[in-house]
T-cell receptor, first 114, second 112 residues
Framework: KAGVTQTPRYLIKTRGQQVTLSCSPI?????VSWYQQTPGQGLQFLFEYFSETQRNKGNFPGRFSGRQFSNSRSEMNVSTLELGDSALYLC?????????????FGPGTRLTVL | KNQVEQSPQSLIILEGKNCTLQCNYTVSPFSNLRWYKQDTGRGPVSLTI?????NTKSNGRYTATLDADTKQSSLHITASQLSDSASYICVVSGQAGTALIFGKGTTLSVSS
């Protein structure tokens, strides 16, 4: 079974721009979660989608948004980029939206904002 | 406030030695606790997951323990190898419907 894939792997943007990141979960998985990872803050939860519905949301500003498609693929959008948005963005998929279900992480998208 | 604290922040050990990483949490109610290994430049990979009723769980040379009364967990690595060099992240899940809470991780360096 193919793992979680994320595209692009690396991205460089300038302040004020917007960016869209993509995540394809493991086949059959319906839950996709997004995380931001920075050296100072560690992993922080952004949001979770299950069957195209946002199930949970972390404490991030409205500039961070996401969606999930009927094939479970998910996209994350960040508008009006700030320098502090530079981070590794990870997505994780699981079979169901249940805290005991194991999450499988993708390799991440490294976003650099200049 | 629900928090997960890990110690030490970083650790250097010689190949072949054992080590123990600590995780203390204040998440309540508690559902389960996971340990992840994250190699540099890669996504985290699950090592173990334990519910409140489990005290110990092993995965090869990795053994996790959980004391739900004191809200402490440890990850013991036996006979360390160079490939164990990574960040180890403790993650706690609260009640159903709430987000996972991540510790900031312990960076382990195994040298020859």
């Amino acid at each position: 079974k193919a793992g979680v894939t994320q595209t692009p792997r690396y991205l460089i943007k300038t302040r004020g721009q917007q960016v869209t990141l993509s995540c394809s979960p493991i086949s059959g998985h319906r839950s996709v979660s997004w995380y931001q990872q920075t050296p100072g803050q560690g992993l922080q939860f952004l949001f979770e989608y299950f069957s195209e519905t946002q199930r949970n949301k972390g404490n991030f500003p409205g500039r961070f948004s996401g969606r999930q498609f009927s094939n479970s693929r998910s996209e994350m959008n960040v508008s009006t980029l700030e320098l502090g948005d530079s981070a590794l963005y990870l997505c994780a998929s699981s079979a169901a939206s249940n805290s005991y279900n194991e999450q499988f992480f993708g390799p991440g998208t490294r976003l650099t904002v200049l | 406030k629900n928090q997960v604290e890990q110690s030490p922040q970083s650790l250097i050990i010689l190949e072949g030695k054992n080590c123990t990483l600590q995780c203390n949490y204040t998440v309540s109610p508690f559902s389960n606790l996971r340990w992840y290994k994250q190699d540099t430049g890669r996504g985290p990979v699950s090592l173990t997951i334990m519910t409140f009723s489990e005290n110990t769980k092993s995965n090869g040379r990795y053994t996790a323990t959980l004391d739900a009364d004191t809200k402490q967990s440890s990850l013991h690595i036996t006979a360390s190898q160079l490939s164990d060099s990574a960040s180890y992240i403790c993650v706690v899940s609260g009640q159903a419907g709430t987000a996972l809470i991540f510790g900031k991780g312990t960076t382990l360096s195994v040298s020859s």
